[in-house]
């Protein structure tokens, strides 16, 4: 009976303490969150000075004049030209209510990827009981939301590419995955697997909206503002940044010495790690639903050139799909128990404490990659066959 009762009282429970921690923190939005980024990239474009934003003298300044409680700090903005046509709405939030409205927003963005997980994977009571409590106490969620990151709307739009793949709805699964285009290089693991899989009609819907985004985007921010990108992200963010949970950037902890070469390197690995998703999704067969969702974020989370670390919280469903459709019953019981028992730290209090007071403050062993690569390598060793059944 008490056991038929845990997953009520852990979804309960779970919410309680990140929830306190959400709301306390909302005085201090303006010290940490990335919300300005969004703000100010939409007003500079609708007001004329598009070109500017990706240069970031002028860019600081346009921030200055919204945010000037922001003091010396300035929040970079380093999304694909794309995701300025995405962002053009952001400005006509009322900027005195901006933080918080973008925060509620956030939130719903998570509440409905979960319904959206729960139906896309048809999963009993039980299961999204306790989905929605590890949700709560994620670590990549809990700081997404904080901070104000984008990525409860790139887990909004892959739970609906989830959804719409299952009602085999091609059309809208290609629409589901638009707010990827922000970030396309975590969008290029999925589209090898379509691409493997013959999903050619998806394939057609993507691309036509990357063509329309872009000339959108160069409508808006000039031919200066388009090549003004590489050299902004390159010269900010590839070479400076050096703790996200990539192969580079650990190898880059590791040896630096070896930074230059790693940054050369990372594009033809990242490339071979495509071919290989490719190959993978032509010998799939009738797994393949489920061999995309379990294989293609998690390649994009290790071998892209960047990945922040609240980025992981599009590991999501590959790990529901795992552990929940007998994935993990395929593989040696030691293995998968190790598993489970690493990806411990990925939810609170462990995140926080790794990030921000290892990591941050120079921890050259990036626990969340490792964790994250024995996780491939069991979704490398699985065999081809369909899943099993779904487990209670």
Request: aromatic share 16%; proline share 7%; charged share 10%.
């Amino acid at each position: 009976m008490i056991k038929r009762f845990l997953p009520i009282f852990y979804a309960v429970l779970a919410p309680v303490i990140p929830g306190i921690m959400l709301f306390g923190s909302f005085k201090y939005l303006s010290k940490f969150s990335d919300f300005p980024e969004y703000y100010t990239v939409s007003w500079m474009v609708t007001h004329g000075c598009g070109a500017d934003i990706y240069n970031l003298s002028r860019y600081e300044m346009a921030q200055n004049q919204f945010f000037p409680q922001m003091s010396e700090r300035i929040v970079g903005f380093y999304l694909a030209p794309m995701a300025v046509p995405l962002l053009l709405p952001v400005h006509l939030l009322p900027l005195q209510h901006s933080f918080f409205l973008w925060f509620v927003f956030l939130l719903i963005c998570t509440l409905a990827s979960i319904f959206l997980l729960v139906k896309g994977l048809q999963l009993s009571l039980k299961s999204a009981l306790m989905i929605w409590a590890f949700t709560c106490i994620s670590g990549p969620v809990f700081e997404s939301l904080r901070i104000g990151q984008i990525g409860p709307v790139l887990l909004l739009g892959y739970s609906a590419f989830i959804l719409c793949e299952r009602l085999n709805r091609p059309w809208l699964s290609a629409i589901a995955l638009l707010p990827f285009l922000c970030k396309p290089h975590l969008l290029l693991p999925q589209t090898a697997f379509l691409a493997g899989g013959r999903r050619y009609r998806e394939l057609i819907v993507l691309l036509s909206m990357a063509v329309v985004l872009l000339l959108s985007a160069f409508y808006m921010i000039g031919f200066e503002g388009l090549n003004s990108y590489y050299g902004h992200v390159q010269t900010n963010l590839i070479v400076q940044e050096h703790i996200t949970p990539t192969l580079r950037d650990q190898i880059r902890l590791l040896f630096p010495a070896a930074s230059s070469l790693m940054n050369t390197l990372s594009l033809p690995v990242y490339l071979l790690v495509l071919l290989y998703l490719f190959r993978q999704a032509r010998v799939a067969g009738d797994s393949i639903f489920e061999r995309s969702i379990l294989v293609s974020i998690p390649a994009a989370l290790l071998f892209s050139p960047y990945v922040h670390v609240y980025d992981w919280l599009l590991l999501t469903p590959s790990v529901i799909v795992f552990f929940v459709k007998g994935y993990a019953e395929k593989l040696p019981r030691p293995a998968v128990i190790f598993l489970f028992l690493a990806l411990a730290i990925l939810f609170l209090p462990a995140f926080s404490f790794i990030h921000h007071y290892y990591l941050v403050k120079g921890g050259i062993i990036n626990p969340f990659f490792w964790v994250g690569l024995y996780f491939w390598i069991l979704l490398c060793c699985l065999p081809q066959e369909a899943s099993v059944r779904q487990k209670d």
